[in-house]
């Protein structure tokens, strides 16, 4: 044989090899399994350096355009990847990794995910699902009842049916805020006459037949920036997504809501939506979701609510009150992968009209033929995974009670992180949390009363101070690996509006113990002594 | 303890055993997992059940729209699982189950699958994904040159640059095909003088700005469903989407393009884009992409190639080459999980122009901030899963040249395949296979000969009764669950443009033999005879 027939020889008995035999329970990849198996927290903590590696040096590990002209051993390929790339990927389910909304995982995810891949349907048709589809409407009837709690007979008559949805299923919350302002814009500018509907004819013509000179969606300040890329996306183009106050309490100011909407309509602006958010990204708070559904009834307009982070509250009955007005919504964000400790990749929108979808319907030969049951034909993406069978059993699993309790857990955490804030000489709390979201920042002893007696520009300048050593111990903290808060700038109104660097926290892994949050505060002191000139700056104004 | 405290410290107990124990390996999760493990499809052989069930039975199962008000075990949610969902779930990955573009997958996928999950990064930025991004880019880096084969310093210089991207991965070839489109729009309708561009003023502005009356999308009559939703999606409208007839081979005809480009101009109406496809989802043909480019280059427009199933076939040195021309592109759309044996959910799209996606740059304070490198600002979704380790750790392990196999493979048995066809006498091939998809139909002896020589009224009616048989045939076979062709209706050009009922068969799965082709003809052939109203009503005719 020449050596090119042995190679393609080679090559050729690698690729049956991996096709047809399993990985051995001892090789490389079988043995990080069961590690994963049997520990995760463990392999995560063996396998992650804790000390960052600078991005620029992780870069030239992954620095090759060149796609491989010779196979790999899996257990090669599985030292690399240990190597390279899982010893410098984020501990995200490390309970003092507190800045992020990913959470840990209960375990029965892990092997239940190795079975979705494992049957690897695909949902956009039931000929490549079958019961996933079903099972899939099911999860959507379960999230719609969940929001809007209809009764018995509504689901019986709608969540099966062929050209209707509650819903669709997503990869996230972006994609299902997308979805909704779709079907909002949609019906707004439905057919009407010889005019056949945006969805055939365009924005350009659908405006001048409604003879508008624009759309308007209005929603807070702190509104996720999801809604400005898909105002982009629609063609509906960012400035048209207005940005109204917010209280000190980070909610719409409704005064300055309903005057916007009276000054657009007055303009010959349509307004396409109203957003509420049902905890905001950045500080948690939840607009007043029953005054905004009263504006939008006034205007005649949809009322779609970003719930993707805080909607999974509803599942407490302690708090669900919080999210009072969320049932007037024409649609609802929710991420299955934050608050419903489901992985990356489930997101949800749920309307309360089953016919809404009909506005974005389509169809093809090969699939979704209409009156097929097809999931296809009513959601923005095509192929997607069965994603939804983790969020069904874990609503099997773990239970509404048991959702109650992490949820409920997670807020009286938050509630008593504040708590040791306030109390704090060292620390000022940003915003109060109303979910498990909270914002603090550092802010050394003295300097407070300094800075409740200053003028404006002395504010500012100490401000300017803190920020930098915010982020300066932000970023030392997570670079030295042992815990992780995020950092975000947002406006306060006690420094009159000005917008304040502040620590972001998240407290919904259920593993995060309170020793562990004054942990990290404590190490938050002891790092900003390392500041070698922020904070003698800022004790040098004392 | 009264009942209800009793239920919440029970509960209490199964959240924390959820979060903090594993699955014992003598579990029914446990088991399965070794199952699956050991022998997926044994598992899949044993557990999905032949004969299919009605859809409207199966919905019977999932007919409940409460969220269970108590937690159930792992096991108990595992054996529902079972016997309602898996055993009526589809076997994708089954050797006879050749009607979709879901394939067998590689063993080592599975256990890597778990890994991903189980460290549940975000990509949408490097606080939650840290090495995973630049191995993200590093896989669009490595996709990039598969399609544009520039140099090394091309790559060192632009695929880890913070302002830059050489594309985007998302969760399928729908999201990458409106990502291309929507960055071909706003690049065309971009900031001019007092125009701030569409990104920001939106499509109507944009429209009177530019003084134009329309955009449009011109691609072949074969072009994939997910442009006209990508067209309504962004604002443009379905009607912008123009099908250009095809030549008898499925490919766009390049005289009727340009003749339309002329049209258009004319008429005030700016080309968006020019789609090439490159293995049509209906016939698997590839559009004549350099005269497509050339027409793209005199018009000025952005030219698209879809290659979300047939841009594999770019692995392969032996057939590269049908692509010709796919260098060209500004945009090109190709899917990890069809011929890239990745599960579902792995989409990408690259760029020629490392610039293009600034038109659809998007910051936040809290992520994406101007200068980071987070991935998140140039996707069209938010927060997504580390996918790209699977499509990196294939690419990898299998190499170029093995893929180039498997492509390889595909292609020769799809020609293998019509050949039997055409010498089978109860067969029509319907469109010749240029990579390994083809259609083809049942037409009993002496129906042939008979349509031939036919008049067009005649033609029509032999046509009619003989799409009944087909999807009389191709639903009998879905249902009896040893094998699994799909149907479409595409029109032949030898029946005067008619469209046509049709098998469609791809034959990517690396495992379907030559004797399981024979076997899913013969077994058509018996199916035919059961129809108890088309055949006799044919062999009347003769």
């Given at each position: 044989m020449t050596t090119g027939k042995r190679k393609a020889k080679a090559t050729q008995e690698a690729l049956h090899r991996i096709f047809t035999i399993p990985e051995a329970p001892e090789s490389t990849l079988g043995l990080i399994e069961k590690e994963i198996s049997e520990n995760l927290a463990g392999f995560l903590g063996n396998h992650i350096v804790a000390t960052e590696k600078p991005l620029t040096e992780i870069e030239q590990d992954f620095a090759s355009s060149q796609i491989p002209e010779e196979p790999e051993f899996v257990s090669d390929h599985m030292h690399h990847l240990l190597d390279k790339l899982i010893s410098q990927s984020v501990h995200t389910s490390s309970p003092s990794f507190i800045g992020h909304m990913t959470s840990a995982l209960p375990y029965f995810i892990l092997p239940l995910s190795k079975l979705m891949v494992g049957l690897n349907q695909n949902l956009v048709k039931i000929e490549t699902s079958k019961a996933f589809t079903p099972l899939e409407r099911q999860v959507l009837g379960m999230i719609h009842r969940l929001v809007y709690r209809d009764d018995e007979d509504f689901y019986q008559r709608w969540m099966h049916s062929a050209n209707h949805s509650l819903g669709a299923f997503c990869s996230g919350g972006t994609v299902a805020n997308l979805t909704a302002l779709w079907v909002a814009r949609n019906n707004l500018l439905r057919p009407d006459g010889e005019f056949k509907g945006i969805a055939r004819e365009g924005l350009f013509k659908a405006l001048k037949h409604y003879d508008c000179d624009g759309l308007a969606i209005l929603v807070s300040e702190r509104g996720h920036y999801s809604l400005k890329k898909s105002a982009d996306v629609l063609g509906?183009?960012?400035?048209?997504v207005i940005a109204i106050p917010t209280d000190e309490n980070n909610r719409i100011d409704c005064q300055l809501l309903r005057e916007k909407c009276r000054e657009l309509t007055a303009n010959r602006i349509k307004i396409l939506s109203i957003v509420g958010v049902?905890?905001?990204?950045?500080?948690g708070n939840i607009d007043p979701l029953n005054e905004m559904a009263d504006i939008a009834g006034e205007y005649g307009c949809h009322f779609h609510v970003d719930a993707a982070w805080g909607g999974a509250t509803l599942l407490s009955e302690k708090y669900?009150?919080?999210?009072?007005?969320?049932?007037?919504?024409d649609s609802v964000t929710i991420d299955a992968h934050k608050q419903m400790y489901v992985p990356m990749g489930a997101g949800l929108v749920v309307f309360k009209?089953?016919?809404?979808?009909t506005a974005i319907e389509h169809h093809a030969e090969y699939i979704l033929r209409k009156g097929s049951k097809d999931l296809g034909s009513h959601t923005l993406e095509g192929s997607r995974p069965g994603m939804a069978m983790l969020v069904y059993a874990s609503l099997h699993i773990i239970s509404r009670p048991g959702y109650e309790m992490l949820i409920n857990q997670g807020i009286e955490k938050a509630a008593y992180f504040a708590g040791i804030i306030k109390q704090h000489p060292e620390f000022e709390l940003i915003s109060e949390p109303e979910l498990c979201l909270l914002t603090y920042r550092y802010v050394p002893k003295g300097i407070q009363e300094l800075l409740a007696n200053a003028s404006d520009e002395q504010q500012q300048e100490i401000n300017g101070l803190l920020a930098k050593l915010t982020k300066f111990i932000q970023k030392r903290q997570r670079e030295n690996g042992k815990s992780f808060v995020s950092r975000t700038r947002i406006e306060v109104s006690r420094y009159g509006g000005e917008k304040i660097l502040v620590f972001r926290v998240v407290l919904a892994n259920p593993l995060t113990s309170e020793a562990i949050l004054h942990d990290v505060l404590q190490e938050q002191i002891e790092l900003a002594q390392?500041?070698?000139n922020f904070l003698p700056q800022l004790q040098a104004m004392l």
């Open positions: 509906i183009g960012q400035e048209s049902a905890g905001t990204t950045e500080t669900r009150h919080l999210l009072d007005g969320i049932e007037r919504a009209n089953p016919s809404s979808v390392e500041s070698e």
